[in-house]
Structure formats: structure tokens, C-alpha cells
Nanobody, 124 residues
């Protein structure tokens, strides 16, 4: 079993910045990746970013490229999502999830364990 706990979501003004955290615990496989997904009201869940827990390689969805940065702290078993230049369309519940492969992609059906989500609202 793997447990994930997201934190850091809040209300922020458009143009502002925010950092989300995803703490991973439990029995993680030898090779795995951690992805961030988001779901806005009335919309399908979409992939935001992913990082390989093994080599640190990263992937970003087109809407967030150049604005969001994913990183990891292996000592703390935590993955971070630094979000800059936030837009109202970034408003969503953000989830982190793990998959049993170090290859990053946004096929959510390959992700086995999910956190409970954290709400991010970019609004004035």
C-alpha cells in the first residue's frame, strides 16, 4: 500500500504563485513515477506534470509548460509542484498519484494510488 497526502492548496490571485506538496509513504515499488493531475468543475481530469522517482526526469502538460515546475525531495519522500503566473483556468482540485513505472505519462489508468486532492482557486 502507498499513501499520498497533498497539501498547499488555497485561494490565490491571478498572476500569483503557489507550491503544492505531495508526501508519499508506505511500500513504494523499486521503479515508480509521481504525477500531478487536476480536475475543474464540469471538466475531465487532466495531467499536469510528472516526475520519475528514480532519475528525476519530468513531463508537463501543454497548459502549464513554462509556468509550473515539479521537483522532488527524496529525503522527505515529497514531491512539489511550484505554480507561477496562475490563471483563473488553473482553478481545480489537484491530485497526486503514483504508477508502477518510472516512465512518465498522463494515462491516469496506469496510476495505482491517489491522494485525496487539494483545492487551488485562482481568483480576484
Amino acid at each position: 500500500q502507498v499513501q499520498l497526502v497533498e497539501s498547499g492548496g488555497t485561494l490565490v490571485q491571478p498572476g500569483g504563485s503557489l507550491t503544492l506538496s505531495c508526501e508519499v509513504s508506505g511500500r513504494t515499488p523499486d521503479y515508480y513515477a509521481i504525477g500531478w493531475f487536476r480536475q475543474a468543475p464540469g471538466k475531465e481530469r487532466e495531467g499536469v506534470s510528472c516526475i520519475s522517482a528514480n532519475d528525476g526526469s519530468t513531463t508537463y502538460g501543454d497548459p502549464v509548460k513554462g509556468r509550473f515546475t515539479i521537483s522532488r525531495d527524496t529525503a522527505k519522500n515529497t514531491v512539489y509542484l511550484q505554480m507561477n503566473s496562475l490563471k483563473p483556468e488553473d482553478t481545480a482540485v489537484y491530485y497526486c498519484a503514483t504508477k508502477r513505472s518510472s516512465w512518465c505519462d498522463f494515462n491516469e489508468y496506469e496510476y495505482e494510488y491517489w491522494g485525496q486532492g487539494t483545492q487551488v482557486t485562482a481568483s480576484s
